[in-house]
């Protein structure tokens, strides 16, 4: 029992890292607190749902599923190049408060998940919902599914990581810092901040799929999973890749572990208190990259 | 169409913006636990009247008691932390207390709610209709409004626009800021302690479900639209959105994409007020 917890934190801790490294990357590039990222995991799965019920008339299951995946992800990230273009972008030229390009983007988040639901309805979907157990022993069982989201979470992670040895990470570090010194450094704001905002899309993309394929999604999930990701990237620390996803472990440990312990119900308050201590007493996160005072 | 219903939460939603406002737009801290002491209100008012058999006057005070206390923790938050933090530990107090009331079932009923709250007794008189509810809601917004209408124009005002356009203007004056925060946030949660009374006695039944993190953000976007740091400017918005559903129930769809298009309309316009018009439609402060 212990083990077997153990083994489903460890899964649904690397797909909150998915979300959370692309929140990290947004966050970092943008200054935006991008709350529409809830709404970009929402629409993936739609997308991917909705691609599939067209071309599995004509086409054979597994040609289908991918097609409708790689069209999917080409959707979301033109629509939060559209964000971009007609929001954010504005926003940022204005010089706005972070407060109000937070509710700038859970306007954007409302707008997309309501205009889902318009369209679609509330009702939950989900993508697949047979599983078989590929892993058997005494101390857990694996399925399938949980399997796949293992191996291309790593997969993903170790992309982020070499990504971020790359000259376009270290331009969002530098923006990050001070965007108008960065500029003057010949640095193309614009051009680093979409980059950084479709890999962060794509992610969270890849995200909602795979967890489509696990369990049933419906539209008002992705507040739920934005907030959870953001409470890992003010934990892990704001500049930390590897902070945010030893935050996601500890989270998902946290949650996993509540529900043997007290009931499945309080898994959200545990979290949010998590978020209040932090914000408390490690207002630079628990890990943090060591910077000038006045950067702060 | 029950156009007296309307009028009742049209009442108690300018309670709550103005309330809101007095935080958000006259002291510059964006507050997203208003629902959150909204409910904590409603729940102290029922509990008070049904288990101790309090009448409601007496049940409204201690709710605004404990609001006031409550609000310790915001003001806590407000003094330690800067914009987007303290907005997010609003954020997190929101969720925690709705986590509360929804899953302490021993106390609020969990997911049932309370039901057969006891009504309201104005010396002796038993109110059971919504016309005298509305008279009820109508006086105490009354008197919130006049409040507010005296309240801007003191020093204090003055004093609560400085610390939201310079902190460090403030302090070097040598004010307090901690103090001022504190009576700012303790008077944001009695009101609301207010609001959250009339709607308990007045539906009779509650659940955690009408106290969520949506209705933080519906009461942020109402004082947004109007705009903040004036009185028109929330009271116009919180009509609006009362408003707008029976407008849209004029189109002919079914409830639930009905309940979806008035989001759509309502982030639209959220975005557009953003974009175009920091400052609301009648604001004379825009969050910079």
């Known amino acids: 029992m212990f083990t077997q917890i153990l083994i489903n934190s460890i899964v649904s801790a690397l797909l909150l890292s998915l979300v959370a490294i692309g929140f990290n990357l947004i966050f970092n590039a943008t200054k935006v607190f991008h709350l529409a990222h809830g709404a970009m995991y929402v629409s993936a799965v739609y997308g991917v749902y909705e691609f599939n019920c067209f071309f599995q008339k004509v086409l054979p299951g597994g040609i289908s599923i991918a097609i409708s995946v790689i069209l999917s992800l080409l959707l979301i990230s033109i629509l939060i190049i559209i964000i971009e273009y007609l929001i954010y972008r504005p926003l940022f030229q204005k010089k706005i408060n972070p407060a109000i390009s937070l509710i700038s983007s859970l306007g954007v988040y409302l707008f997309v998940i309501n205009l889902i639901t318009f369209l679609f309805g509330n009702e939950s979907i989900s993508l697949d919902n047979d599983y078989k157990i590929v892993v058997s022993n005494d101390y857990f069982k694996l399925t399938d599914i949980e399997l796949m989201h293992l191996i291309i979470s790593i997969l993903l992670i170790t992309a982020v990581f070499l990504f971020s040895r790359t000259k376009f990470y270290t331009h969002i570090r530098a923006i990050t810092d001070n965007y108008s010194v960065a500029e003057k450094f010949g640095i193309n704001v614009q051009r680093t901040r979409i980059i950084a905002l479709i890999a962060g899309t794509v992610l969270v993309g890849v995200a909602g799929v795979m967890k489509g394929y696990e369990i049933a999604i419906e539209p008002n999930v992705g507040l739920t999973i934005v907030l959870t990701a953001s409470v890992a990237v003010i934990v892990g620390g704001v500049n930390s890749l590897v902070g945010t996803i030893i935050a996601c472990f500890v989270i998902a440990l946290i949650e996993n572990y509540s529900v043997k312990f007290l009931s499945a119900q309080w898994k959200d308050m545990l979290t949010y208190t998590l978020l209040i201590a932090v914000l408390i007493f490690y207002q630079q996160g628990l890990i943090s990259v060591k910077q000038r005072i006045e950067t702060i | ?288």
């Open chain 2, 1 to 288: 169409m029950n156009w007296l219903h309307i009028f009742f939460m049209c009442e108690i939603y300018v309670i709550l913006a103005l309330s809101a406002n007095l935080v958000s737009g006259y002291t510059g801290l964006l507050s997203f636990a208003n629902a959150a002491f909204y409910g904590v209100g409603a729940y102290v008012t029922t509990i008070v009247m049904k288990n101790f058999g309090f009448n409601y006057f007496s049940a409204l005070l201690i709710a605004i008691i404990f609001n006031v206390l409550a609000s310790f923790i915001i003001t806590y938050f407000s003094v330690r932390l800067k914009d987007l933090y303290f907005t997010l530990a609003t954020l997190a107090f929101q969720v925690i207390v709705f986590s509360v009331l929804y899953n302490w079932e021993k106390v609020t009923g969990g997911s049932y709610g309370i039901s057969e709250i006891p009504g309201v007794k104005v010396f002796g008189y038993q109110l059971s209709e919504t016309k005298e509810y509305v008279i009820l809601g109508g006086s105490f917004t009354l008197m919130v409004i006049l409040f507010f209408f005296f309240f801007q124009k003191t020093p204090f005002v003055r004093l609560l626009e400085c610390i939201r356009d310079r902190e460090l203007g403030a302090v070097s004056l040598g004010k307090n800021i901690s103090y001022y925060k504190f009576i700012c946030n303790s008077m944001a949660a009695a009101f609301i302690a207010i609001a959250g009374s009339l709607f308990a006695v007045y539906n009779s039944y509650i659940d955690a479900t009408s106290f969520t993190l949506n209705e933080s953000i519906l009461i942020v976007n109402m004082i947004l639209i109007g705009g903040t740091g004036n009185l028109i400017g929330p009271i116009f918005g919180a009509c609006f959105y009362v408003m707008l559903p029976e407008i849209t129930r004029l189109i002919p769809i079914d409830s639930t994409q009905g309940a979806s298009l008035q989001m759509i309309i309502y982030s639209l316009i959220l975005i557009l007020v953003v974009r175009f018009k920091p400052n609301g439609l009648f604001g004379k402060f825009k969050f910079q």
